[in-house]
């Protein structure tokens, strides 16, 4: 080939249309959506990764997630779900409390949905089924707002039966109504005297402990919500503070120094939404997928922090722990 032919070539080839050229295959978008911060919450997007990885999905690779993260600002999730429908996502996973797969619902009834969430999708309108939800959504309950009265129970094996028990809860929260009955019947039926506080903010879980202090109450129930999960840190020091002995709905309170939890894996639930999340990727229907329930529950133990209480936690608690932190 002659000089004039080699550039004649190459003037053709820059000719050519820019998908000729660069015909490299697009891969899927995930939209993330999660009512609470990374530095929270930021563990179990490795769950969730493990999850895509186990059907064949490696982000960054063969599937692109877009993160979104609300930091307990109820007013960002619309415009983030918003924001991803306009980038045509293919899936859109939304976790961190009910408000964000209701909003993902509220906002598109063809993108597929995938949620997290720890109290009844049927009862908070999400589906109409567990086991055929139809429509566009379907994902994972961990039932963590149905623990409360087998949380008090244990809290009770540890403590003095005969002392009160406070209980914390966020009356704004999704399912506080339901907690509102499911503690006070359960300390009804074993005669264990409780006093419910409230906290929707930062100030009043500060608040709530110095009351807690007045009243003495000898140990603490903290109710299963999002926004204390968030604020687990502020939480589990305050009680430290307080040399208060209190029963969590998450191991992610005892991982950072909390007493003791009893309920389903979060790392666990975001693993297999990650899997949903593959399968409607490649096909599956998401309506067609059951909405997963669990089988099994942690009880999670830190024997650092009931030293530091000076409380001796009973060998049959501890034979039935599935984690103890020494």
């Known amino acids: 080939m002659n000089r004039r032919e080699f550039i004649g070539g190459l003037a053709?080839?820059?000719?050519w249309p820019l998908g000729a050229r660069a015909q490299q295959p697009t891969i899927p978008v995930v939209g993330f959506v999660h009512m609470q911060n990374a530095s929270?919450?930021?563990?179990?997007?490795?769950?969730?990764?493990?999850?895509?990885?186990?059907?064949?999905?490696?982000?960054?690779?063969?599937?692109?997630?877009?993160?979104?993260?609300?930091?307990?600002?109820?007013?960002?999730?619309?415009?983030?779900?918003?924001d991803l429908i306009q980038q045509q996502v293919s899936v859109i996973f939304a976790s961190g409390g009910a408000a964000a797969p209701r909003a993902a619902k509220a906002?598109?009834?063809?993108?597929?949905?995938?949620?997290?969430?720890?109290?009844?999708p049927v009862a908070g309108g999400l589906v109409p089924n567990l086991n055929r939800p139809g429509g566009n959504i379907s994902g994972v309950?961990?039932?963590?707002?149905?623990?409360?009265?087998?949380?008090?129970?244990?809290?009770?094996?540890?403590t003095p039966q005969e002392g009160l028990v406070a209980v914390l809860l966020n009356p704004k929260g999704p399912d506080a109504e339901l907690q509102l009955k499911d503690v006070p019947a359960?300390?009804?039926?074993?005669?264990?005297?409780?006093?419910?506080?409230?906290?929707?903010?930062?100030?009043?879980?500060?608040?709530?402990?110095?009351?807690?202090s007045q009243l003495q109450a000898h140990a603490l129930l903290v109710g299963a919500d999002p926004?204390?999960?968030?604020?687990?840190?502020?939480?589990?020091?305050?009680?430290?503070?307080h040399s208060?002995?209190?029963?969590?709905?998450?191991?992610?309170?005892?991982?950072?120094?909390?007493?003791m939890s009893y309920g389903a894996s979060l790392a666990d639930a975001y693993r297999q939404a990650g899997v949903y999340t593959g399968r409607v990727l490649k096909g599956a229907a998401v309506g067609d997928l059951?909405?997963?329930?669990?089988?099994?529950?942690?009880?999670?133990?830190?024997?650092?922090?009931?030293?530091?209480?000076?409380?001796?936690?009973?060998?049959?608690?501890?034979?039935r722990a599935d984690e103890v932190i020494e």
Request: proline share 5%; no cysteine; charged share 20%.
């Open 244 to 259: 208060l002995p209190a029963m969590y709905e998450l191991r992610e309170f005892v991982a950072a120094g909390g007493l």
């Open 40 to 82: 929270n919450f930021g563990h179990l997007v490795d769950a969730f990764r493990r999850g895509l990885s186990e059907v064949g999905y490696l982000d960054g690779q063969t599937v692109r997630v877009e993160y979104r993260w609300a930091e307990n600002h109820l007013d960002r999730v619309p415009a983030f779900v918003a």
């Open 290 to 319: 059951p909405v997963l329930q669990p089988t099994n529950f942690e009880l999670a133990v830190n024997l650092k922090t009931a030293k530091a209480l000076g409380l001796t936690i009973p060998p049959s608690l501890l034979a």
């Open 186 to 212: 359960a300390a009804r039926s074993i005669g264990q005297p409780i006093h419910i506080l409230n906290a929707t903010s930062e100030d009043e879980i500060n608040s709530a402990f110095e009351t807690i």
């Open 141 to 158: 309950s961990f039932l963590t707002d149905a623990m409360g009265a087998r949380r008090l129970g244990l809290l009770r094996e540890v």
């Open 107 to 120: 906002a598109t009834s063809t993108i597929p949905i995938v949620f997290t969430t720890g109290s009844d």
């Open 227 to 241: 926004f204390f999960n968030n604020r687990r840190m502020q939480i589990i020091g305050l009680a430290a503070r």
């Open 12 to 15: 053709g080839a820059a000719a």
